[in-house]
């Protein structure tokens, strides 16, 4: 915002903008323009994270898998659908290589993982549990617990990072670029 001043000697707060007619971002929250901004990293930063968490468990082992759809923990308001990555296994000579890939590019290669997919390195298969009971059992002995919910998961390290969104020459920002680009990806992305 810069302070504008008329003939009278009011001084008001206007946007600054570009040649196009679109708010010239700045770091504080002055701005409806502002908000949506920093509404949309914020919102983007969740599914980020959200997508690299997948609904089921694949192991790093040593027999081949053919690619499998998953769902992740980022959600598509508009297709009204969970967004997929792809898992397969395939054989590099020594035993295997489990590879993941993102729905945006799975399609940009046909359908497939294409020719860069990402590969679990280092820590494979590290497994976690998580468990709710009906009281604190941290410090204490389990006897007398009752575990009312369990989940476990299967962690991999991997080379590279999945996105939910097309990331254009390695840049993130298109998303939030501009006022309209953001509510959009808002709309489509919101935390459910």
Request: proline share 3%; net charge negative.
């Amino acid at each position: 915002m810069e302070e504008v001043e008329d003939e009278e000697g009011n001084v008001t707060l206007v946007p600054v903008t570009n040649a196009d007619g679109e708010p010239i971002y700045t770091n504080k929250l002055e701005t409806y323009e502002d908000s949506l901004r920093i509404a949309a990293k914020i919102t983007y930063l969740v599914n980020f994270v959200r997508y690299h968490f997948a609904d089921n468990s694949v192991f790093a082992d040593k027999t081949e898998l053919a690619p499998n759809e998953m769902v992740t923990s980022s959600y598509d308001k508009q297709l009204e659908l969970f967004c997929k990555i792809h898992v397969d296994r395939i054989s590099n000579g020594e035993g295997t290589d489990l590879r993941v890939c993102d729905d945006v590019t799975w399609k940009k290669n046909g359908n497939s993982m294409g020719g860069n997919p990402i590969r679990t390195i280092g820590e494979k298969n590290v497994l976690a549990r998580d468990i709710s009971c009906n009281t604190s059992p941290a410090g204490v002995v389990m006897r007398g617990k009752v575990i009312q919910a369990s989940s476990a998961a299967v962690i991999h390290s991997i080379d590279g990072y999945l996105n939910h969104t097309e990331v254009i020459d390695g840049d993130h920002t298109k998303t939030w670029e501009s006022t309209i680009k953001a509510k959009r990806y808002l709309q489509r992305y919101a935390i459910r």
